[in-house]
């Protein structure tokens, strides 16, 4: 693998600006005449607009302009859309209500945008938009879904009659499971809540609208995990530019998680109002707006039926789930809980039946979309908690019932879209509960006993699907755009080179391991590597990071690029060392006459290119090769996830004691990156499963957790040092063999960490955020 | 306004602030030291952590008129000559960082910590220390480890220097 090739745990080249501070984040922009927006926001969760006075905030001191929606539907900017069509079961197309960058005529969550405020400071902004006069004529709200579903519910939008977006269902037909579940030895029937999170980068969102009159240009710096989407969308949608006139830039972006993938209303506003007043505008979210406006994750209510033959065979899966969408639908809201989630409800287990229908609901809270895993957590958390209780209520050990179903052979057709290529289920598990020390639990559980402390142990084993996506597959299934990716591998004169991908790095260290990959083929140092991302002007087109994908997508671009540099260089060096091409062979930087001390070095050969004077016959100068990469399947994660807590019954308190993860991700290029990424997953999925929860008050829709003084975050102190090992099936459909790992720690912790609270306290019936108060009133309900 | 002087990373400067101006705004807005972040509004993320006369302070919930005559470091100061910090070079040697972000906040807390715990640093204390300092990536596992890394290696070099 070589020192900085693929494999090896290559310490990040993009750390020392970060850590001096030189890291170059949209708010660090500062450009000549520069402006600040803040936004004028409902603090109704639904109301009518009967009039927007801003006479008095215009007059205040550094304001430039107070712009509303009328100006901006005059000005023909266009709705924010969702780009995923899905069809309800009767055929219909999913009912999508109006989403205006800022609303002119109903307000429909707390935080919906109704004006902006341009000044000189943020702080004369911010008390110019304390001076709009906002007259609202309040309506009855609603958060909660389920109750949304009702009738006599207030309505949120016209074109979806009783809230309901669509009403999906997928898999084996319903008749058919009711039938197998009919027949069961045994069923375990249960309620599954999937709380609703916020993802908090800790980079809030940020935009910096730059209009250049001159060229009739624009160019938008905005924290944005596929700034290629952004332009796309704002182009062909909300009519902000054509695209050879709007420059979209992401620069160093802090964190997304899901939340930037978005095109939101603040970004097209910034452009704008750019436009009309002939000033760069920059905004950045404040915390509390992004609580109140990012998009949150989540929120799922559902019931599952699991049915089991008399050999404590799965049979059947029945599930059917409602989605809370907030107030509009955000741009990838429909994909979320309908293919990113009930096609995954197999799990590892041969289940010949699932039966799954899904709707989707609006509600008076802030829009929901992709949170890190995206369905797959949802998936996740409800098989594990069910196979959990299933085992508890037939005497088994969850261990023996969860291998008994395993799915052995591949490929694996499931019944809910899904063909599984590779994976060793038994692999992680085995691995998982040896480092556990899983046959040594009862001990431990005894010597707590002593300390009057409630030990208890909970795994989970989990599927995700990466890489996405096929383009041609998604296509079908609604979405809007292809998911292949692109890359161009530039070879300089002097023989460094850059690579431009469409995928984008915000955390995820792209800029170390694409450079190892190159490293790895040429033999080059990756300091003479450099990565270029994130910049519509210099990478033509790409569809960014997000679904664990830069590696099995983003990077399978490069290596079909580097094949294409690869085999012309070979020829250029045949060509000068008068040798056959395939006899050519590539090592430690120099191109070789395998077999031979003839060598040329690299840097010669890439002059040569360019140089030009002593080429093949008919070859075109330069080095320099582009490609697209469309995949030809998802890509399957899998692995098994141990955690083991202690629970002091006095106050209720978990203490994570041991959490263990073994994942197969495939082939891993770096393995210092990839146990970061798993980390912070398990941080984010232990989060879920005992802090964090978004609360709107049922009866105002005010949002009770809008800032981190009521949002519990996981601190240092909330978690442990993680375990964590890998095993490896390559994935057989893309050149790496590579997975994907972004996502799966926030998909294996939370049914983990229940699934131990539950067996600590002896009683299953828990719901997250697993706070000390429900732990506690959990533990003296069974007394 | 009022004007304030105080001296950032060994340089005076002086500038007009808003009274309202908080010490965070006046090192990215006026200085241009863009390093120091705001990740939330309520004191809590320490993504805005910056030392005031060699302790770490929040530099959004102080006035830029309280540091007036003050010492502050950034984390644009903390390297010396090109060479990173011990817990900089700590933070990247066992990937304590992702996004960068929260990082320079991490770091300047993390050098507080390394000097006022010396060699007594275990992970529980790090753990307890970090509580007003937000990571959303990293889980903070590599960030303690970076962190005890780094107490180590000072710790060894004062003892050599003993």
């Known amino acids: 693998m070589g020192a900085e090739g693929i494999g090896a ?52 001191p550094g304001v430039i302009a107070v712009l509303n929606g009328q100006q901006l539907l005059a000005d023909g900017i266009g709705n924010l859309i969702c780009g995923w069509m899905i069809h309800s079961k009767d055929g219909s197309p999913m009912k999508m209500g109006a989403w205006r960058p800022l609303a002119h005529e109903t307000v429909r969550y707390v935080g919906d945008a109704v004006a902006v405020v341009i000044a000189d400071s943020v702080g004369e902004a911010r008390d110019a938009a304390d001076q709009v006069v906002v007259d609202y004529e309040e309506l009855p709200a609603v ?29 084996t037909s319903e008749a058919d499971t009711d039938a197998a579940i009919a027949a069961a030895a045994h069923v375990t ?80 506003v910034c452009l704008w109002a750019s436009r009309r007043t002939g000033v760069p505008v920059k905004w950045t979210s404040d915390r509390t707006e992004a609580f109140l406006t990012d998009a949150h994750g989540r929120d799922h209510v559902s019931t599952v039926k699991m049915a089991f033959d008399s050999d404590n065979r799965i049979t059947a899966l029945k599930v059917d789930t409602i989605a809370n969408f907030g107030a509009y ?135 995700e699907a990466c890489g996405i996506a096929p383009s041609a597959a998604v296509g079908s299934l609604g979405a809007g755009v292809g998911l292949w990716e692109s890359a161009e591998v530039r070879v300089n004169a002097v023989g460094t080179i850059e690579v431009l991908t469409g995928s984008h790095s915000h955390g995820q260290g792209h800029e170390t391991t694409f450079a190892q990959l190159v490293a790895d083929r040429f033999g080059v140092p990756i300091d003479n590597v450099s990565i270029v991302h994130g910049d519509t ?14 590696g099995a997508v983003g990077m399978s671009a490069i290596v079909k690029a580097l094949d294409k540099v690869e085999a012309k260089a070979k020829k250029i060096a045949a060509h000068l060392m008068e040798a056959d091409e395939s006899d050519v062979v590539i090592e430690n930087g120099e191109l070789k006459v395998a077999g031979t001390d003839r060598s040329v070095p690299w840097f010669q050969v890439a002059l040569s290119a360019y140089t030009a004077h002593n080429l093949p016959a008919g070859m075109e100068p330069g080095l320099k090769e582009g490609a697209f990469y469309d995949p030809s399947n998802f890509t399957f994660p899998a692995g098994c996830y141990i955690c083991e807590v202690e629970i002091d019954p006095e106050t209720g308190k978990t203490e994570i004691v041991q959490f263990v993860a073994a994942d197969d991700f495939g082939n891993i290029i770096n393995p210092m990156i990839v146990e970061g990424q798993v980390h912070g997953g398990i941080a984010q999925g232990i989060g879920q499963a005992l802090l964090e929860g978004v609360h709107y008050d049922p009866q105002s829709g005010q949002l009770l957790t809008a800032s981190y003084m009521d949002y519990a975050m996981p601190r240092a102190d909330d978690l442990p040092s993680f375990q964590v090992s890998h095993q490896n099936t390559p994935c057989p459909n893309n050149p790496l063999g590579i997975k994907g790992c972004g996502e799966a720690g926030a998909i294996g912790s939370p049914p983990a960490l229940m699934n131990a609270i539950t067996d600590a306290i002896g009683n299953n019936d828990l719901t997250m955020p697993a706070t000390p108060q429900k732990v506690w009133a959990a533990v003296h309900a069974t007394h | ?56 302070i929040k530099s959004c919930s102080t006035l830029a008129v309280q540091a007036a005559g003050s010492e502050i470091l950034t984390i644009e100061g903390l390297a010396k000559d090109g060479e990173l910090h011990p817990v900089q070079a700590a933070f990247k040697a066992n990937h304590g960082l992702q996004c960068g972000f929260c990082t320079p906040g991490m770091v300047m807390t993390a050098v507080d910590m390394i000097n006022r715990y010396g060699g007594r640093l275990d992970e529980k204390t790090v753990r307890e220390n970090l509580e007003g300092n937000i990571c959303r990536c990293t889980g903070y596992h590599n960030i303690v480890k970076a962190i005890l890394a780094a107490a180590a290696e000072m710790g060894a070099g004062r003892q050599a220097a003993e």
Request: aromatic share 8%; proline share 5%; with cysteine.
């Open chain 1, 9 to 60: 745990r290559v310490a990040r080249k993009e750390d020392k600006r970060f850590l001096t501070g030189k890291g170059r984040y949209t708010d660090d922009m500062v450009v000549p005449g520069m402006k600040y927006a803040v936004f004028v926001r409902s603090p109704h969760a639904h109301a009518k607009i009967r009039s927007i006075d801003a006479s008095e905030a215009e007059k205040m």
């Open chain 1, 143 to 171: 958060t909660d879904a389920v109750t949304a579903l009702q009738p006599g519910q207030p309505q949120l939008h016209p074109e979806a009659a009783g809230n309901l977006i669509y009403d999906w269902a997928l898999g």
């Open chain 1, 189 to 268: 029937e249960m309620k599954i809540v999937n709380n609703r999170l916020s993802p908090n980068p800790m980079e809030p969102r940020a935009a910096l609208g730059i209009y250049d009159s001159a060229e009739d240009h624009y160019t938008c710096y905005t924290t944005s995990q596929n700034p290629h989407v952004a332009r796309l969308v704002m182009s062909a949608f909300y009519n902000v530019a054509p695209e050879n006139k709007l420059r979209v830039i992401a620069p160093d972006v802090g964190g997304g998680f899901g939340s930037k993938i978005y095109i939101y209303p603040e970004e097209i």
């Open chain 1, 329 to 463: 639908m955000s741009l990838f809201s429909a994909a979320v809980p309908t293919y990113l989630y009930a096609t995954l409800l197999s799990g590892q287990y041969a289940i010949p039946a699932i039966h799954a229908n899904v709707r989707a609901v609006y509600t008076n809270t802030a829009p929901v979309d992709a949170y890190r895993g995206a369905g797959r957590p949802e998936a996740t958390y409800l098989l594990e908690r069910t196979i959990e209780t299933a085992a508890r209520e037939l005497g088994v050990s969850p261990a023996e019932l969860r291998r008994k179903n395993f799915i052995r052979s591949f490929p694996y057709q499931t019944p809910v879209i899904m063909n599984y290529d590779a994976g060793d289920y038994e692999a992680s598990l085995e691995a998982a509960m040896k480092q556990a020390d899983w046959a040594g639990f009862a001990t431990r559980k005894a010597e707590a006993e002593k300390r009057g402390k409630k030990r208890g142990i909970g795994m989970s084993c989990y599927i």
């Open chain 1, 537 to 550: 002007d210099k990478v033509q087109m790409g569809m960014g990071t997000y679904g664990s994908r830069s």
């Open chain 2, 1 to 56: 306004m009022t004007k304030v002087t105080m001296t950032v990373n060994g340089r005076q400067v002086s500038g007009e602030v808003e009274d309202r101006t908080l010490l965070v705004h006046f090192i990215r807005d006026k200085l241009g030291l863009t390093g120091t972040h705001v990740g939330c509004d309520t004191s809590q993320c320490g993504a805005c952590v910056v030392h005031m006369d060699g302790r770490s």
